[in-house]
């Protein structure tokens, strides 16, 4: 009674399940990539104060010329603690404008921090409310200490679209940190990556506010993952419950070949196929 499934219609509908359900695999297996990637970023998020330092030479690539920054890290290594020591720039200071903390929008004042070969590595030290004036006003930052300065932080990606970037208020200015577009407007080598500053050497100034880490939402990849699998599995059942009812003469039939047939003729000859497969 299941021959017909060696009909060319219902080869085509069997490959056609087998294919979808391979792609719906396939989607659930990157899902749970991603499940694995994002929950590697949150440990490295949590166990940071609990790690030691590396140094930031060793673990991102140096820049090697003026407008070019160096290359971008892959985020396997986004949140890694690192340490780095220099001098800081404050003539090149960058300020952040439209970030939020805790509900209130203000600046994160973004400083480059000089090493002794002459790259520079971008620090953000810090988030500070806007002036007076609102939420654009020029903010009130700290200056940034003189001599040799040791910073202890995470990575941070640059940030991946790009923004205007010019001068006010002493400062350039941006909405963005994006790397590739800061460093066209420094004078030096600047790595392709910033540091979100936790611990400085001298001490930094109590009137920054240190910028939160979101955690990546991993359980949402993890359940995306068994969905598309369920899915998957439910192609094959419903491939199987159409072939049963196509067996029992369940499904519709087509109409015969002669539309001008009258309905009782149609009707009779949908019968005779129904106790055709019946017998058989």
Do not use: C
């Amino acid at each position: 009674m299941y021959r017909f499934l060696l009909t060319p219609r219902w080869l085509a509908a069997a490959a056609l399940t087998v294919v979808a359900a391979i792609v719906m695999v396939m989607l659930g297996n990157w899902q749970l990539r991603r499940y694995h990637e994002r929950t590697e970023i949150n440990d490295r998020i949590d166990s940071a104060n609990s790690v030691e330092a590396v140094p930031i030479t060793s673990v991102l690539s140096a820049p090697t010329a003026a407008g070019t920054p160096g290359s971008a890290p892959g985020k396997s290594l986004a949140w890694t603690k690192v340490t780095v020591t220099g001098r800081y720039d404050q003539a090149t200071e960058i300020q952040a404008r439209g970030r939020t903390v805790d509900g209130e929008v203000g600046f994160e004042i973004v400083t480059p921090l000089i090493l002794d070969d002459g790259t520079a590595v971008l620090v953000d030290r810090g988030w500070v409310p806007a002036g007076e004036g609102g939420a654009l006003a020029a903010p009130v930052a700290p200056a940034a200490p003189s001599g040799r300065v040791t910073v202890v932080g995470q990575i941070h990606l640059s940030e991946s679209r790009p923004a205007p970037v010019e001068r006010r208020d002493g400062r350039l200015d941006t909405r963005r940190v994006s790397i590739p577009r800061l460093a066209t407007e420094l004078p030096f080598p600047v790595y392709g990556a910033y540091v979100l500053l936790t611990e400085q050497t001298p001490a930094a100034d109590p009137a920054f506010v240190p910028i939160p880490i979101s955690h990546e939402d991993a359980w949402q990849n993890g359940g995306y993952a068994v969905q598309w699998w369920i899915f998957a599995g439910m192609a094959f059942v419903l491939f199987g419950w159409q072939a049963r009812r196509e067996a029992l003469g369940l499904n519709p039939q087509a109409p015969t070949k002669d539309p001008q047939a009258p309905v009782e003729d149609r009707v009779a000859a949908a019968d005779q196929r129904r106790a055709e497969k019946a017998e058989k």
